[in-house]
């Protein structure tokens, strides 16, 4: 361990001695190194003065250039020298600055730097005081550190700051000598330098471009709220997670273990301001260095998705607003009749009796042999519930209350005894399931038991409103008493919505579950409820599952996957929702999408025609609608619309093996699933700017029409081969743009040379599909190269992976030669599958000759494109084989 002092520099500039600090005080600093000290409201000199702040005007204008700002030397000094804790460092700090920006500054600090493996680190702020921590489960690390990919140094002057450095490169990618430092009560705020422009993720808001832009300091604030899109308005979860791609290419991310209100700030330096409520700091740095090492690092500490039931994959349909059960059976029909490739039926809260959860309405009353029977033609049926129970009903009536107050498993108001009224679906007053408690836990099981096993057959369930939402402020009867600094503290984040009321639309923030104050566990609510939903819907549906939820924390996908919430049928929304899709795939969410045709206001045609084609490459393809709007399943459109939602979902399908590997690989390794260009391409300049068009693995290039009236699309290929996933022929564009023909029935999809993809002879539902033949897409690199893997399994039994009930092909291709390999051949069923066809992509000139084996195969053709269509092979899948192509 004594080899990691060399990882340690103490920097100290003698230079500046505390005279030159003090003359430092009044200086103007230039705009882009200033940190706002008045981000509350009033901001004159007298009142910037009053807190110990320098005033000066900006020198450039419109820029949202803080007026009123933190001098050099406003911070924390460090006491004695760091000390070596072993596997870090410890330090102590004393604040040397005597004015307050809100008050309650902690006069001394405790900073550690843990080294938890050579390519995580950890930071770690504290008071020596009983503080709120998020209790997250962090896994460790798979190696503990030996040589880091990081050094770190404390420098001293003006006042106390930390700078990370990646070793490698000497690249500075943490430096929070940017200034602004406080640690108060209700008010911490570190300020850091980044290494480069590229920066990814924080959620969960709307954003406009997926790469953040730093001009005029755009504001991100962070608490769970129930909001559709709107500006950079705060959403339904809390990701205090970045991701940077520095100006070489080596990637790392970091994640801020915080569930207070907080604010992200980009600053131009560039760089971020950070501010929270509350908590402390506690930071995890993931080296990389590639962005897949990144992501791998990243899910293996805060958890990765398990992979869904096979069927999860298939395309989905919900709509709240059926209202009974003939219009959500004809909407069924319709799907049937029309032959759209078809998975999972969903009925939302107008399935219940006045709203209430684990109850059917008399509109709804065949619905359980409705199920039954739709489970008989290979189908699912999936529905919801919210953590809001009426408190209200008849007394003997209502057994989810009944059970509820026995158990004593409200959330409360702040005298810790009476329940915490709120108002959301049902007709009255509702309680809030407290779910940090094991009896909450153990009383939503029974219900979800009963339910499913008395009521209603569902495979899946959904979680929403677990904000928690609430269509009052605070409480129903009595408000928030606005007369403590829990529910009014001193700083809001300027960018929340609510008029800076933290308790608007939810929870006063001192009402108490059994962790602790709102005001902490606010955000960590929908993370609560995933676990013990997830636990009780597998108990009571006796196979694997999934669930969605709506509100998300750090780690969410450990247990549950989200989707991108309630946004709106247009055509900018379409376009975010890619954003959404990719940013939760670096959150380590990987099974997302949005609500496909959008989901509040009425989609038109041609944007649901467009919508329903970029919506069959979302790793969760779902459409759903909002009461009051017209019907948006694709059947209820015209037949062009049918026809071309079939052709997208058929390509879909046809990949789904190919998907599902992705998502194994996610759970084994913490890999992307859906993922930027620059995940495959971070050296690409203009790849790092790109977010209309997106990958799947390293393998597959979808290129959507995000624009309405539009027949043609600008797509962006990187210096690689590509080539067309229809008709085989190679793009001939390299590190360039180039315009494709996109007609409204077509969404372009390309495959990426050097890649070996698994698909599958597609069916109208995976039931139907699971057992017809593979095929390989074989597309060669400029080496005439290409590797590959898949994964297959029963698709539905309990932890496949972990009981090693799988298999795994591995391929390779290299001089004319195919190497499949049975790499892992644990699942039974493998021996009645097929390896059938290879279309081989690349091989220039074409082969004249085909063995498997060593025995001539005579079927195969040479199509237009150059691809080389190989049929009739009739391999057995889990039979290793060698094709030689000449
Ligand atoms: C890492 O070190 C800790 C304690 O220093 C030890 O408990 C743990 O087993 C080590 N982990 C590995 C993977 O070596
Ligand atoms: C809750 O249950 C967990 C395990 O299920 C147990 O470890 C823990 O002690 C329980 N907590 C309380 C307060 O009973
Ligand atoms: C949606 O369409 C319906 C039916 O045409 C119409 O009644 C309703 O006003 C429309 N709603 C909006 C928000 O445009
Ligand atoms: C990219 O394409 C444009 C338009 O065809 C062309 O003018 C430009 O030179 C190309 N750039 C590169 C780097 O090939
Ligand atoms: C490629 O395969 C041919 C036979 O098909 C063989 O003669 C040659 O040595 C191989 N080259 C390499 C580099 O493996
Ligand atoms: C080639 O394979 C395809 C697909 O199995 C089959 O339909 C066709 O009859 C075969 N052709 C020949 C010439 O064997
Ligand atoms: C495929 O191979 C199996 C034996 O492995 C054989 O029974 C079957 O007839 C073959 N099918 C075709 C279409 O050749
Ligand atoms: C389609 C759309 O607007 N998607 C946005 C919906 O909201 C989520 C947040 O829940 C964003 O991430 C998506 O970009």
Same mark, same amino acid.
């Given at each position: ?10 920097v100290?500039?003698?230079? /500046?001695?505390?005279?030159?600090? *003090? %003359?430092l =005080?009044?200086?103007? &600093?230039? !705009? ?7 981000p ?25 250039t ?39 500054d ?5 900073v ?8 995580r680190l950890?930071?770690?702020?504290t008071d020596?005081q ?5 209790? /997250?489960k962090?896994?460790?690390? *798979? %190696?503990? =550190?030996?040589?880091? &990919?990081? !050094? ?5 002057e ?10 490698a ?7 929070s000598?940017?200034g ?9 705020q ?12 924080i ?23 129930d ?29 801020i ?11 131009p ?11 402390v700091?506690?930071?995890?740095f ?10 791998q ?10 992979l ?8 989905q ?14 909407t ?9 490739p078809?998975?999972?039926q ?14 059917l ?27 809001c129970?009426?408190?209200?009903e008849?007394?003997g ?14 959330v ?9 009224q ?6 009255g007053?509702c ?10 836990r ?31 402020d605070?409480d ?5 008493d606005?007369?403590?600094s ?8 300027r960018s ?20 602790g ?17 997830i ?20 780690g969410?996908?450990?247990y ?34 949005p ?21 069959a490459?979302?790793p969760?393809s779902?459409?759903?609608n ?57 050296t ?18 979808i ?7 539009q ?10 081969r590509f ?22 029935d ?20 995976t039931?139907?599909q ?18 590959g ?7 539905i ?23 499949y390999?049975?790499?892992?051949n ?48 009739n ?12």
């Open positions: 361990m004594v080899q990691k002092m060399k990882s340690f520099v103490f100290q500039l003698l230079l /500046l001695g505390s005279f030159a600090v *003090a %003359t =005080a009044q200086q103007c &600093l230039p !705009d882009n190194e200033r940190i706002d000290c008045h509350d409201s009033g901001n004159t000199e007298a009142e910037c003065l009053q807190r110990g702040c320098t005033y000066c005007p900006a020198s450039i204008p419109d820029q949202n803080p007026t009123c700002f933190f001098p050099r030397n406003w911070g924390y000094k460090m006491v004695g020298e760091p000390v070596n804790t072993g596997h870090g460092f410890r330090v102590a700090l004393e604040r040397i600055t005597t004015s307050t920006v809100f008050g309650g902690s006069n001394e600090l405790n550690e730097v843990d080294f938890q493996s050579d390519y950890r930071l770690k702020i020596n009983p503080r709120w921590e998020v209790p /997250l962090i896994d460790p690390p *798979a %190696t503990n =550190a030996t040589n880091p &990919l990081y !050094d770190v140094i404390f420098v001293n003006p006042v106390f700051s930390l700078k990370v450095v990646r070793k490169t000497g690249t500075v990618i943490f430096d000598s940017l602004g430092f406080n640690f108060a009560d209700q008010f911490i570190i300020g850091f330098k980044l290494p480069s422009r590229n920066v990814y993720g959620g969960e808001n709307e954003q406009h471009t997926f790469r953040h832009s730093f001009e005029k300091r755009p504001l991100f604030g962070l608490w769970a709220r909001q559709a899109p709107s500006g950079n308005a705060n959403m339904y979860g809390v990701q205090p997670h970045y991701t940077v791609v520095e100006n070489d290419g080596n990637t790392h991310s970091v994640a273990v915080n569930s207070n209100a907080q604010e992200f700030e980009m600053h330096s560039p760089g971020i301001v950070y501010k929270t409520l509350g908590g700091i506690d930071m995890y993931f080296l990389g260095p590639t962005p897949e090492n990144t992501a690092q990243y899910s293996e500490a805060v958890g990765r998705y398990p869904p039931p096979y069927w999860a994959l298939g395309f349909l919900c709509r709240f607003g059926y209202n009974n059960l003939e219009t959500m059976k004809a069924v029909d319709r799907m049937i009749a029309s032959e759209i078809f998975d999972v969903y009925g939302d809260i107008d399935i219940m009796d006045g709203n209430l959860d684990f109850t309405g008399p509109s709804f009353a065949g619905l359980n042999d409705y199920v039954k029977e739709l489970k008989t033609q290979g189908l699912k049926f999936m529905t919801i519930l919210d953590p129970v009426s408190a209200v008849t007394p009536t209502y057994r989810p209350y009944e059970l509820g107050n026995e158990m004593d498993v409200w409360k108001r702040a005298d810790g005894v009476t329940p915490a709120g108002k959301v679906w049902p007709a007053a309680y809030f399931a407290d779910f940090s408690k094991n009896s909450t153990e009383w939503w099981k029974i219900l979800i038991k009963e339910f499913h096993d008395n009521m209603l057959e569902f495979d899946a369930l959904w979680i929403d409103m677990n904000e928690p939402a609430n269509f009052v605070g129903m009867e009595e408000g928030c606005e007369g403590n829990l529910n009014t503290p001193p700083y809001v984040p929340l919505r609510g008029d800076g009321k933290l308790y608007d639309n939810t929870l006063c923030p001192d009402h108490v579950d059994s962790l104050k709102h005001y902490d566990t606010h955000n960590i609510y929908g993370l609560m409820e995933a676990e013990p939903t636990v009780a819907t597998q108990e009571a549906v006796g196979k694997r599952t999934f669930s969605l939820s709506r509100s998300s924390f750090l969410l996908g450990r549950i996957t989200h989707w991108l919430g309630d946004n709106f049928s247009n055509w900018p929304n379409m376009h975010h929702s890619i954003i959404g899709m990719l940013q939760f795939n670096l959150f380590a969410i990987p099974f997302v999408g609500d496909i045709c959008g989901h509040l206001s009425n989609a038109t045609a041609q944007l649901c025609q467009r919508w329903q084609e970029l919506g490459f979302y969760f779902r459409n759903h909002a009461d009051g709007y017209i019907e948006q399943d694709p059947a209820a459109f015209n037949g062009e619309i049918i026809e071309s939602t079939k052709k997208a979902l058929t390509v879909r399908y046809t990949l789904l093996p190919y998907l599902y590997s992705l998502l194994a690989r996610h759970e084994r390794w913490g890999d992307t699933v859906a993922r930027p260009l620059w995940s495959n391409f971070p690409d300049s203009i790849a790092l700017g790109i977010d209309r068009q997106f990958m799947w693995g390293s393998g597959i290039l290129t959507p029409v995000l624009e309405e009236d027949t043609t699309v600008q797509a962006y290929f990187p210096d690689s080539y067309d996933y229809y008709t085989g022929a190679e793009v001939n564009v390299r590190g360039n743009y180039t315009t494709l023909d996109a007609p409204l077509f969404i372009n999809v390309h495959i990426h040379g050097g890649s070996i993809i698994v698909t599958q002879v597609p069916a109208i539902n039931d139907a699971r057992n017809n033949p593979f095929g390989l897409i074989l597309a060669l690199n400029d080496n005439g190269e290409a590797s893997s898949y994964f297959y399994d029963d698709g039994s309990f932890d496949t992976v972990a009981n090693h009930n799988y298999f795994i092909a591995q391929m390779s291709a290299s001089n004319k030669t195919l190497n390999v049975s790499w892992m644990q699942y039974p069923g493998m021996g009645q599958m097929i390896v059938d066809t290879i279309r081989l992509l690349g091989a220039s000139p074409a082969p004249t000759s085909i063995t498997v084996n060593g025995a001539p195969h005579s079927n195969f053709t040479v199509l237009p494109s150059g691809e080389v269509l190989i049929s009739g092979l391999l057995t899948a889990n039979v290793d084989f060698i094709m030689q192509y000449n």
